[in-house]
């Protein structure tokens, strides 16, 4: 619940409730519905499709937004020497999902087919985790509605993160899915530098590929999952890239 603050728009409807229960409880009753808005002195109630809606400031108002559930549809191991970017884009690379996430095989990384069906699900957002030791150690989190398997990933879709200093006016040069396709680098979130060479690369965010030629991308087999901790210079040659274990993308429906 977020107080005194106003949905901008009512997409699914606007109409006169007597309680902020009884707009939640409309909301609830409507599979459409994602977000709803309570004035108390008007005694409006506005329901929203959107997970994220546009809000603005209004004393006595409450917007309330439904719980998403998570699900995972995607699970990528280093060191297998398997194409993250291959295997997201086509089922026949990977283990179905759904599946344990604990599974011992990970000579293949998993995903569930929903991925190609993801206009049609009702994807409200998604989550993407890079885990070490079973203790998820970046957290990126981006809006899902009226995307597509390709373009979620981005900086204009960017909900929250648990970098510090990313955000949507963030100046980066690479954030996307394809990232750097000649140097193999996916999901790639990077900032633009004067001269592209190995000692000056830095960024958040990379799956190394196949290809690597620098020095910091040399972290065992690929794929490499590398992320740069918070207050520290996100330079990647210095060593601020720390590896993870595997990456998981879930979607919230």
């Given at each position: 619940?977020?107080?005194?603050?106003r949905?901008?728009?009512?997409s699914?409807?606007?109409?006169?409730?007597?309680?902020?229960?009884?707009?939640?409880?409309?909301?609830t009753?409507?599979?459409?519905?994602?977000?709803?808005?309570?004035?108390?002195?008007?005694?409006?109630?506005?329901?929203?499709?959107?997970?994220?809606?546009?809000?603005?400031?209004?004393?006595?108002?409450?917007?309330?937004?439904?719980?998403?559930?998570?699900?995972?549809?995607?699970?990528?191991?280093?060191?297998?020497?398997?194409?993250?970017?291959?295997?997201?884009?086509?089922?026949?690379?990977?283990?179905?999902?759904?599946?344990?996430?604990?599974?011992?095989?990970?000579?293949?990384?998993?995903?569930?087919?929903?991925?190609?069906?993801?206009?049609?699900?009702?994807?409200?957002?998604?989550?993407v985790?890079?885990?070490?030791n079973?203790?998820?150690?970046?957290?990126?989190?981006?809006?899902?509605?009226?995307?597509?398997?390709m373009?979620?990933?981005?900086?204009?879709?960017?909900l929250?993160?648990?970098?510090n200093?990313?955000?949507?006016?963030?100046?980066?040069?690479?954030?996307?899915i394809?990232?750097?396709?000649?140097?193999?680098?996916?999901f790639?979130?990077?900032?633009?530098?004067?001269?592209?060479?190995?000692?000056t690369?830095?960024?958040?965010?990379?799956?190394?590929?196949?290809?690597?030629?620098?020095?910091?991308?040399?972290k065992?087999?690929?794929?490499?999952?590398?992320?740069?901790?918070n207050?520290?210079?996100?330079?990647?040659?210095?060593?601020?890239?720390?590896?993870a274990?595997?990456?998981?993308?879930?979607?919230?429906?």
């Amino acid at each position: 619940m977020v107080k005194h603050k106003r949905l901008l728009s009512g997409s699914i409807s606007t109409t006169s409730v007597r309680s902020a229960l009884a707009c939640a409880t409309l909301c609830t009753s409507d599979q459409s519905c994602c977000s709803s808005n309570y004035e108390k002195v008007s005694s409006i109630c506005k329901l929203e499709t959107s997970c994220s809606p546009a809000m603005e400031q209004f004393q006595d108002s409450k917007v309330m937004i439904k719980v998403i559930k998570w699900l995972p549809v995607f699970v990528a191991y280093s060191g297998n020497e398997k194409s993250v970017y291959t295997a997201w884009r086509n089922q026949t690379e990977c283990y179905d999902l759904p599946t344990p996430l604990d599974i011992a095989d990970t000579t293949r990384h998993v995903r569930n087919p929903l991925i190609d069906s993801w206009s049609d699900v009702g994807i409200k957002k998604v989550k993407v985790q890079l885990v070490k030791n079973d203790v998820a150690v970046a957290l990126l989190i981006f809006k899902g509605e009226n995307t597509n398997t390709m373009n979620w990933f981005s900086k204009e879709n960017l909900l929250n993160s648990s970098f510090n200093d990313l955000t949507t006016n963030s100046t980066t040069k690479f954030f996307g899915i394809q990232g750097d396709m000649f140097e193999q680098r996916q999901f790639f979130i990077n900032f633009p530098l004067p001269s592209a060479t190995c000692e000056t690369d830095g960024g958040w965010l990379v799956v190394c590929g196949e290809r690597r030629w620098c020095q910091w991308e040399q972290k065992g087999d690929f794929p490499v999952f590398l992320y740069t901790k918070n207050y520290l210079n996100r330079n990647w040659h210095t060593d601020s890239a720390e590896p993870a274990d595997r990456m998981i993308i879930s979607v919230g429906i």
